[in-house]
């Protein structure tokens, strides 16, 4: 079945560092992929999203490409703000099959961003 | 344009007792799920609605839990009876159609003591 990992956290850093948060996934043919931020309190909002190889989501200075030779697509941000502190979750769509269209999370990726 | 709806917010209750959370999607989105998020863990798939239809329900645990999409448009999750372990997060979203975007509510907090 499908499945995603992402990096533990907590992750801490100070404002401006760059920040990678990895995910790799595994899917039985061509799934769509995607980064959602879920901030205290709120519900799980789309941060950004790519649908087919080499394909490069990016959203308020966030990137991810889609490398589907190394099944990755990992979250990059080159200078984060304290306002990007949440939690992140990389997520994948499959496109056929059983489970087309479910999404499948990982677990969560705690940011804490110091002044 | 308005988001998903949820209610309540928060909700506590005793082990044993009923609970029921609503969800008023995005205006026009024909598909509606509801997710199961434990603490430190991402989402997972309760049920989705395609309109009024439960097309997927595989991983709802159907001795307690029922939901219900009247009119294709609202919809109520019910755990009848609670236990300790469906304290949790229970998330709303909808999309236009099946293989479009998903948008999610906030979420409703329940906490069965």
């Known amino acids: 079945g499908n499945s995603v990992t992402q990096m533990e956290g907590p992750v801490t850093l100070s404002e401006e560092a760059f920040l990678t948060i990895n995910c790799t996934y595994t899917?039985?043919?061509?799934?769509?992929l995607f980064w959602y931020v879920q901030y205290p309190g709120e519900g799980l909002q789309l941060l950004l999203k790519?649908?087919?190889?080499?394909d490069k989501g990016s959203n308020k200075g966030f990137e991810a490409t889609y490398r589907k030779e190394t099944t990755s697509f990992h979250l990059e941000k080159g200078s984060v703000q304290v306002s990007d502190s949440a939690v992140y979750f990389c997520?994948?769509?499959?496109?056929?099959?059983?489970?087309?269209?479910?999404?499948?999370f990982g677990k969560g990726t705690k940011l804490s961003v110091i002044p | 344009e308005a988001g998903v709806v949820q209610s309540p917010r928060y909700k506590i209750i005793e082990k044993k007792q009923p609970v029921a959370f609503w969800c008023n999607p995005i205006s026009g989105h024909n598909t509606l799920y509801w997710y199961l998020q434990n603490l430190g863990q991402g989402p997972e798939l309760l049920i989705r609605?395609?309109?009024?239809?439960?097309?997927?329900d595989s991983q709802l645990p159907k001795d307690r839990f029922s939901a219900e999409r009247l009119k294709g448009v609202d919809s109520t999750l019910k755990i009848q009876p609670a236990e300790l372990g469906d304290s949790a997060v229970y998330l709303c979203?909808?999309?236009?159609?099946?293989?479009?975007?998903?948008?999610f509510g906030p979420g409703t907090r329940l906490t069965v003591l």
């Open positions: 997520a994948l769509s499959g496109n056929s099959g059983a489970g087309s269209y479910q999404l499948t």
């Open positions: 790519a649908t087919k190889a080499d």
């Open positions: 609605y395609e309109n009024e239809e439960a097309v997927d």
């Open positions: 899917a039985t043919g061509y799934p769509s």
């Open positions: 979203a909808s999309s236009l159609d099946v293989a479009d975007t998903q948008y």
